[in-house]
């Protein structure tokens, strides 16, 4: 076969594969995680692989889909509070709105998109656009559908084939095997990496801080949770991005104690967990890149990807380094022929 003709089907379907390759991914990395929970489930099954890997994909899917649909919900509150708060045209309002909502006249009815009757009420005051907002919305919602069931296709096909589809691919891929498996492990590396040492920790940091920002009774307490957990991923001050305001905003609106109550849990407790909660989960996560890569990873990936690109780009980068290594190990190594 010409090699330009082998070159341009690859290419072809990379492109094809292109729009749905985050969910692959996912489902590659769940699938390999769920082996822990597939292997018990062969034996209760007496040996019968596919209905153990749909009862393994069902247990999987039960969990995880509540908690991708409360997050989706909370990403959507809080982007919507800081679409209120850069409305506000002087700092002084802004910290105000952050400790006390939106107090101010007219800003109490916002029509919510995660009501019935809110997005009843937004349709009937924007009309036009409020109908285009929501037909890109429903792109969106049937896009992600679809990746989910690829998602979850690719987790039953790795736990059924995995295997064989390995065996295949170590066959045919055009660098050694040696090569092949350093490439898998820092696949496999990567996603444990991501779920321990960044979500993991972050995640941490974002329940101690959602349940202080409810307890000290502070508006938003969950999209404020949220936005914690995304800005999380920057080490040692991320997270005082979102509660240093909040507590300002306090002291603002005259509530000093709940002000240095919150400053006390944020330098105290979430601080502590960035310090040591997240050099002990990414031990665990193992993954083999200096956390200002992965930053830089990250907000790289995001800028030429998309949200996808907080988990595609440290992945990217880290395959990268493997084969600077594997190169690096050829040339100081040269295999002399007999």
């Not at 800081?82 to 002084?92: A, I, M």
Request: glycine share 12%; with cysteine.
């Amino acid at each position: 076969m010409p090699r330009w003709l082998l070159a341009l089907l690859c290419v072809g379907a990379a492109i094809i594969l292109h729009p749905f390759a985050p969910w692959i991914v996912l489902g590659l990395w769940f699938g390999l995680y769920a082996e822990r929970v597939y292997q018990p489930m062969i034996k209760v099954f007496a040996g019968r692989r596919g209905i153990s890997a749909t009862v393994t994909v069902l247990l999987f899917v039960i969990v995880l889909l509540p908690i991708a649909g409360l997050i989706g919900s909370l990403v959507i509150d809080a982007i919507a509070l800081v679409q209120r708060l850069l409305d506000s045209k002087e700092g002084h309002s802004i910290l105000e709105r952050l400790a006390g909502g939106d107090a101010g006249p007219g800003k109490g009815t916002e029509p919510s998109l995660t009501s019935a009757d809110g997005i009843i009420e937004l349709l009937r005051e924007q009309g036009g656009r409020a109908l285009t907002v929501f037909t890109q919305l429903a792109s969106v919602a049937i896009h992600v559908a679809i990746g989910i069931l690829i998602m979850v296709s690719g987790m039953f096909g790795v736990l059924i084939d995995g295997r064989s589809w390995y065996s295949w691919v170590e066959q045919h891929a055009p660098i050694p095997a040696d090569a092949l498996h350093r490439f898998a492990a820092a696949f496999v590396e990567t996603g444990r990496g991501l779920a321990w040492g960044v979500v993991g920790a972050g995640a941490l940091q974002a329940i101690v801080a959602t349940a202080a920002y409810l307890i000290i009774g502070v508006p938003s307490a969950l999209a404020l949770g949220m936005l914690t957990l995304i800005f999380s991923v920057i080490p040692a001050i991320g997270t005082a991005i979102v509660w240093v305001p909040v507590a300002a905003g306090l002291a603002v609106t005259g509530r000093t104690g709940a002000a240095i109550a919150l400053g006390v849990i944020g330098v105290v407790v979430i601080g502590s967990i960035d310090n040591v909660a997240r050099p002990m989960l990414t031990k665990r996560g193992q993954l083999q890149l200096p956390t200002y890569v992965t930053l830089i990873a990250m907000f790289g990936g995001v800028e030429l990807l998309g949200g996808w690109g907080l988990m595609l780009g440290p992945l990217i980068v880290r395959l990268a380094k493997e084969a600077i290594l594997i190169r690096s190990e050829a040339l100081a190594n040269p295999v002399v022929p007999p």
